[in-house]
């Protein structure tokens, strides 16, 4: 029997797609244990996975609740000193206490110690990613941050704003702590870190198809692109009551706005607020997904609903359309219910994944300060009332396979436990 570790230190929409590719991987005989932060040891145990915590419910707080991580030109500083550096050696321990003959680590990119246990202790090791942001490209250059390169920017202009961006930013945050931590395990250190030293040499796992990110040239040779990864079917089953009064608001008129918007904490009310208000003026019913009633209106229409949490692929294949921050379980959810979105990015792999969307043509995008009752009435009616992106959803509904996308996934993890 393989053991297969899978570490993270990102939030529920990091780990979602890694207790469903466990459970599958442990029915084909494999011993599965996600390493993450105890705030979801319950929900991993839940679904009959080995669990491991690494750190504790107050670094996650921090890290997840810290304001800066919704400011775009503040959220790698935060990445890096609270969500990196702190668990370099922490999680080299844990990768020491298995067996490196009998052992696969199938990490995040931004997980170097992942690095280092391949490199000094001889692990089997494949980087999986969820979006496409972090794979540079001067042909296809991402959107990183609040300000996108221009289409017309020559390549060798491209590579030169990656190395500035490396000088300037990357290595004199990163390279000084982690470059001591490599050297501590006897491995030299590395230059331009972003650019040598996030890809495994031996496999490179993209969670999103090719259709959604087109493979460039210069990503790594071993990169390949399996598709979206479902979220697991959730242990405690949705409340009998609730699901009841879903079902009779879904019933009760024409199918509704859902607004959701994720963790960025210091952003919901007025997002919502401006939702309730853009809603009604357009005489659309609407659902607001949030766990935290104290973040809507008070007194809230009969025809807007409010729920804590409902399965986004129970309730999406019923909405008109689905307003989001642009994270990439929401953003696949909406592309397999066919219905077009409306994203307001703000920072990390936000903006990079609103734009492809834009571009696909399934959907449009409002910068959060631009977020007034105005801007959103005009953007979902021309959302709403265009049928060639209609069309388009529902075309490109039909390329999303989450059954195939997890066994195409399985199956290349096999391949390099064996």
């Not at 945050?173 to 331009?192: D, K, S, T, V, Y």
């Not at 709403?384 to 199956?411: I, K, P, W």
Request: hydrophobic residues 45%; charged residues 15%; glycine residues 6%.
């Amino acid at each position: 029997m393989q053991r297969i570790l899978f570490p993270t230190l990102g939030s529920a929409g990091d780990v979602f797609p890694l207790i469903t590719l466990s459970c599958f991987l442990q029915e084909r005989g494999h011993d599965c244990t996600i390493i993450a932060s105890p705030v979801f040891e319950n929900m991993v145990h839940a679904s009959g996975v080995n669990f491991i915590a690494l750190g504790n419910e107050d670094q996650y707080e921090q890290l997840t609740q810290d304001p800066r991580l919704w400011d775009a030109s503040q959220a790698f500083r935060v990445v890096v000193e609270k969500g990196i550096i702190p668990f370099l050696q922490p999680l080299l321990g844990i990768y020491r206490s298995f067996d490196p003959l009998n052992t696969v680590i199938v990490s995040p990119l931004l997980l170097f110690a992942s690095q280092v246990a391949h490199q000094k202790y001889g692990f089997r090791f494949a980087t999986l990613q969820l979006q496409p942001s972090l794979l540079r490209s001067i042909f296809a250059p991402p959107v990183l941050g609040k300000n996108p390169l221009p289409g017309w920017l020559p390549s060798r202009l491209i590579g030169l704003y990656y190395r500035l961006l490396d000088r300037i930013l990357i290595d004199p945050l990163l390279a000084p702590a982690l470059n001591e931590f490599r050297q501590q395990n006897g491995l030299p250190p590395i230059p331009r870190i972003f650019q040598n030293g996030l890809f495994s040499d031996q496999l490179n796992i993209c969670l999103f198809p090719e259709w959604f990110a087109e493979p460039q040239p210069d990503w790594p040779q071993n990169t390949v692109c399996t598709g979206f990864i479902a979220p697991p079917s959730m242990p405690t089953p949705v409340p009998a009551s609730r699901e009841d009064a879903v079902h009779a608001f879904l019933m009760a008129g024409e199918a509704p706005l859902v607004f959701t918007a994720g963790s960025a904490l210091q952003f919901v009310e007025k997002f919502f607020s401006v939702a309730v208000q853009a809603s009604q003026s357009l005489g659309k019913r609407a659902i607001l997904l949030t766990p935290n009633d104290s973040q809507l209106p008070r007194d809230l229409p009969d025809d807007i609903l409010h729920l804590p949490f409902y399965p986004l692929d129970q309730l999406l294949p019923h909405a008109a359309a689905l307003v989001h921050s642009g994270g990439i379980g929401s953003l696949a959810q909406a592309l397999a219910a066919g219905i077009p979105q409306l994203i307001l990015p703000l920072t990390n792999d936000q903006p990079d994944n609103a734009a492809r969307i834009q571009r696909l043509g399934l959907g449009d995008v409002i910068l959060p300060r631009q977020l007034s009752n105005r801007n959103l009435i005009n953007k979902l009616v021309n959302l709403l009332n265009n049928d060639g992106m209609r069309q388009r959803c529902h075309e490109y509904a039909l390329r999303v396979n989450f059954d195939h996308s997890l066994a195409q996934t399985a199956n290349l993890l096999e391949k390099l436990v064996r």
